[in-house]
């Protein structure tokens, strides 16, 4: 029997079973105590003879925290209660800005019951407090609700997604400190670690109306090197020099035709306004010295146009309509009948001269619209009646379409699927042509270039891709964004590209560098859809029932549209970029005005945001109902919406000469389904 162990042969004992044992800050406590030097909080976490009952200080709270919290879930949900209903007592000024930072404090207190294994108290605290937050983040409380488990935890996206990034949020520096300071002197230590661990605050020094630019976003770089990003250098001009001498001659005379008319209506102005003092004048979206683009020589090789397309174009050019807040343009809305809720997605040629459809059977649908109803058929129209028909059925995927896009010359068509390929298709005869592989999960969008040759892809794998249709394999990958890329876009000089995501935001990718030059955030939910303006200068989004626009060259957000009681499905600029057409489930085609900025916008959005605090309720009141959701009040750049009776408005479209072109499914009560025949309009 050996003899007595010595001091320092016992502490290495000891760090080998910490060690062993996987004890990683006990043992590092213990060489910390072990050198003389002085504990930190973590390490006196650690020690078991601390009292529970020392004084009041936050050092002796952390000290106690982990223990005590370990084994009471309830506590979590008391945490969060009292901070709720704190924010609501706040100042007026205060509560758009502390309700904001509910959100992620109230999902990962939910996390956190969950991880330790407390199913039954989870789900009582999701549907005690959940209802604060259905309207901005219901997709998101969705999903959340249905993780009750740890193993259910690691499977689970979202919460990969929460737990590996952090929400970045603007708050005023008046906030923060106010939040901070209510935080310590209640010992709320679990909600700091909250803040600390999972919460990028973006400090402002303005005051709290003012501050609010954007709520929440996670786009997993830190907010250092998202800053850097939006400050490289833009080049939205467009590349005049690609077009033909005989359009840039016909583009020159249709801007002096449009400057003298509106130097005529200025002169008109002019008059009206001596019989009455002008308090207001509209002023431009960007300063005078931010309105000449800068340009550059095209980073990729470009085609050629074609003579028809030039044709097409110089007689687009001489008949544009101009556009303006006075000046709303014609809407031509074609229905689909008999879809049976099978339609997916919707789109048009350029020129408005031909539409296409995606279904849920895995087929599309060709109609020829510039030659409906002279008695054109062809052999391939698929028409089960034996009668004429303007329409061709395309057939060759084996899993639901989502995307469709018309090339700019016409001739061909673009498809993507859930079977995880893009086709391309001949719009004359209708046969497949090309089946392009690459992506490693469904295909959610596709979108050709302003001159064709380059499409460009999104999917559920995270990424979007850059192909030519001479080469089965994609140019470029573009990784970054954190969940499903939903919608793609080209800008029109063809250097970039747009995605928008799941993740709740925009990038801006340079197609030559596959980098991301721009991330817009500040969106509640998924991007469902996106436009670039004709001009190159702005980018416009939604989400559910909400539509923001920003500036490319300052990344600056410059509007935000409510007015849509639905999800919204599509989005475009008209061709001198002044109104912005959407549309969506709510049967509405919705014009926006885009000239004139928004007064007090910071102060508005705030308003908007403390339009939805909490207030104190019981479990009996938590549950939501119909008519407990606030009413949408519509922005006053809305200019005039179109309704229409029973179909869903899948898509809007500009052509060349301004007209708006939207569609959609007809979708059928109950008692007025029918047998099944073609899909016709």
């Known amino acids: 029997m050996s003899s007595s162990l010595s001091e320092k042969e016992v502490d290495q004992i000891v760090l080998n079973y910490l060690k062993k044992r996987g004890f990683a800050q006990a043992e590092a406590a213990l060489k ?22 020392m004084p009041a200080t936050i050092s002796n709270f952390i000290m106690n925290y982990q223990n005590a919290e370990s084994s009471s879930p309830f506590r979590v949900s008391k945490y969060y209660s009292i901070l709720r209903e704190w924010v609501a007592s706040a100042l007026e000024m ?103 661990q999972y919460i990028n605050f973006k400090s402002i020094n303005a005051l709290p109306p003012q501050a609010v630019e954007e709520y929440l976003a996670i786009t997993g770089k830190p907010e250092r090197e998202r800053k850097t990003i939006n400050e490289r250098d833009h080049y939205w001009g467009l590349y005049e020099e ?30 009206s306004a001596t019989k009455r003092q002008r308090s207001e004048k509209p002023s431009p979206l960007l300063p005078p010295e931010m309105e000449k683009p800068k340009q550059m020589s095209p980073g990729v090789r470009l085609p050629r146009m074609t003579e028809q397309m030039e044709y097409d174009l110089f007689e ?120 392009y592989k690459g992506h490693n999960y469904p295909v959610w969008d596709v979108e050709f270039s302003a001159l064709g040759y380059y499409f460009a892809t999104a999917s559920h794998d995270k990424t979007a891709r850059l192909w030519a249709t001479d080469n089965i394999f994609p140019l470029r990958i573009f990784a970054g964004h954190l969940s499903d890329v939903n919608c793609v876009k080209f800008h029109p000089n063809c250097n970039y590209i747009a995605t928008g995501s799941s993740d709740k935001s925009i990038r801006l990718w340079d197609i030559n560098t596959a980098s991301s030059v721009r991330i817009f955030t500040g969106l509640f939910g998924p991007v469902n859809c996106l436009a670039l303006s004709p001009d190159g200068k702005y980018v416009a989004a939604a989400d559910d029932q909400r539509i923001m626009v920003w500036d490319l060259a300052t990344s600056r957000r410059l509007h935000t549209f409510t007015g849509h009681t639905r999800t919204i499905w599509s989005v475009d600029f008209s061709i001198e970029s ?91 009560k109950a008692k007025q389904n029918k047998e099944p025949v073609n899909e016709t309009f």
């Open 578 to 668: 002044t109104l912005l057409a959407s549309s969506g489930s709510d049967n509405t085609v919705r014009i926006w005005d885009l000239t004139t900025a928004k007064q007090q916008q910071g102060k508005q959005e705030s308003n908007e945001v403390a339009t939805t605090q909490p207030t104190a309720v019981t479990e009996e009141a938590a549950k939501p109902t119909e008519e407990e959701k606030p009413k949408i009040t519509a922005s006053p750049e809305l200019l005039k919406t179109f309704h229409t009776k029973e179909s869903p408005a899948f898509r809007v479209r500009f052509t060349r000469r301004n007209l708006l072109l939207a569609g959609g499914a007809f979708i059928a």
């Open 316 to 435: 687009d050019l001489s008949k544009r309509v101009a556009l303006s807040s006075t000046s709303l343009p014609s809407v031509c809305f074609y229905t689909a009948f008999n879809t049976y809720h099978g339609m997916n997605t919707m789109n048009f040629a350029q020129d408005g001269s031909i539409c296409v459809a995606g279904f849920s059977d895995s087929t599309l649908r060709l109609w020829d619209i510039k030659n409906a109803g002279k008695g054109t058929s062809t052999a391939n129209n698929n028409n089960a009646t034996g009668g004429r028909s303007d329409s061709k059925l395309l057939v060759g995927h084996s899993g639901g379409v989502f995307g469709c896009a018309v090339s700019p010359d016409n001739n061909w068509v673009l498809s993507s699927s859930a079977d995880k390929t893009v086709r391309l298709w001949n719009a004359q005869t209708g046969n497949s042509m090309v089946c």
């Open 94 to 196: 205060y509560q758009g800005e502390l309700f904001s930072l509910l959100y992620p404090i109230f999902v990962h207190c939910y996390l956190e019951i969950v991880a330790r294994g407390h199913s039954d108290e989870a789900r009582t605290f999701m549907h005690l407090y959940k209802k604060d937050h259905l309207e901005l983040h219901g997709d998101e409380i969705q999903r959340l609700q249905n993780v009750l488990t740890p193993d259910q935890m690691k499977e689970n996206e979202l919460v990969e997604m929460y737990k590996r990034n952090r929400f970045t949020v603007s708050i005023s520096r008046f906030t923060l400190e106010l939040l901070v300071s209510y935080l310590h002197e209640n010992r709320f230590m679990f909600i700091l670690s909250i803040l600390n």
């Open 242 to 271: 690609v077009l033909p001498q005989s359009v840039l001659n016909a583009l020159q005379q249709y801007r002096a035709k449009q400057k003298e008319i509106a130097n005529a209506q200025e002169i008109e102005n002019l008059e």
């Open 32 to 53: 910390q105590e072990q050198q003389g030097k002085q504990q930190s909080m973590e390490s006196m976490a650690f020690r078991q003879d601390m009292e529970a009952e």
